[in-house]
């Protein structure tokens, strides 16, 4: 089974903290993405990356930045944590490229974190 | 720039009936939709796509959904609901190498 594994499930940081979420995905995929999700607002892009060291910035950018050293692996940074970005939040992979997504993402489990 | 309308953050259904979650999309393309569950405190699941040729689709669960172009939708319905269907549902386009996701549909099942 095609899998995408982020490291924890639920996280506790304080205001000002650096946090690193981190993604694991083991299909070889071109494509991943960290979304955040909360109640009334759906599924908001931050960044994604077609290809090891390249990034792309996502609907909702600020506060955040990626790393993508491995091909396998998809780290989101937030340099200081502020409360506002208490949220779950999703990696998802996908085999597309730079095309069109025809075969949907293949989602991780989420990370809940809560900056207090 | 694409984008999609969930109608009704949240459905409530009896066991046994016809479940209908609406989805309407705005593409500059032909659109590839998605229709994607969640159950509480985990990832999302990919219950069925259209990307070309025959509009009505099956996807798992028993669940189907119907592309109509001249109408912008993609509804996902179900027959006859099981307590097992209460989830949240996300509807999602792509016109371009992201997925752009609706607010969600929440799904409530009732005995």
């Known amino acids: 089974d095609v899998k995408v594994t982020q490291s924890s499930r639920y996280l506790v940081k304080r205001t000002g903290e650096k946090v690193f979420l981190e993604c694991v995905q083991d299909m070889d995929h071109e494509n991943m993405f960290w979304y955040r999700q909360d109640p009334g607002l759906g599924l908001r892009l931050i960044y994604f990356?077609?290809?090891?060291?390249?990034?792309e910035k996502g609907d909702i950018p600020e506060g955040y930045s990626v790393s993508r050293e491995k091909k396998e692996r998809f780290s989101l940074i937030l340099e200081s944590a502020s409360t506002n970005q208490t949220s779950m939040y999703l990696c998802?992979?996908?085999?597309?490229?730079?095309?069109?997504?025809?075969?949907?993402?293949?989602f991780g489990s989420g990370t809940r974190l809560t900056v207090v | 720039a694409q984008s999609v309308t969930q109608l009704g953050s949240h459905v409530s259904v009896s066991e046994g009936a016809l479940v209908l979650l609406r989805c309407n999309y705005s593409s500059s393309v032909p659109p590839y939709l998605f229709w994607y569950v969640q159950y509480p405190n985990q990832g999302l699941q990919l219950l069925l796509k259209?990307?070309?040729?025959?509009?009505l689709v099956k996807g798992i669960n028993g669940f189907e959904a119907e592309f109509k172009k001249s109408e912008t939708s993609f509804h996902l319905t179900k027959p006859s609901a099981h307590m097992s269907d209460a989830a949240e549902y996300f509807c999602a386009v792509s016109d371009r190498s992201t997925l752009t996701f609706g607010k969600g549909t929440m799904l409530l099942v009732s005995p």
């Open positions: 990356s077609y290809d090891v060291k390249m990034k």
């Open positions: 998802a992979s996908s085999g597309s490229g730079t095309g069109r997504v025809r075969d949907g993402y293949t």
């Open positions: 259209y990307t070309t040729g025959a509009t």
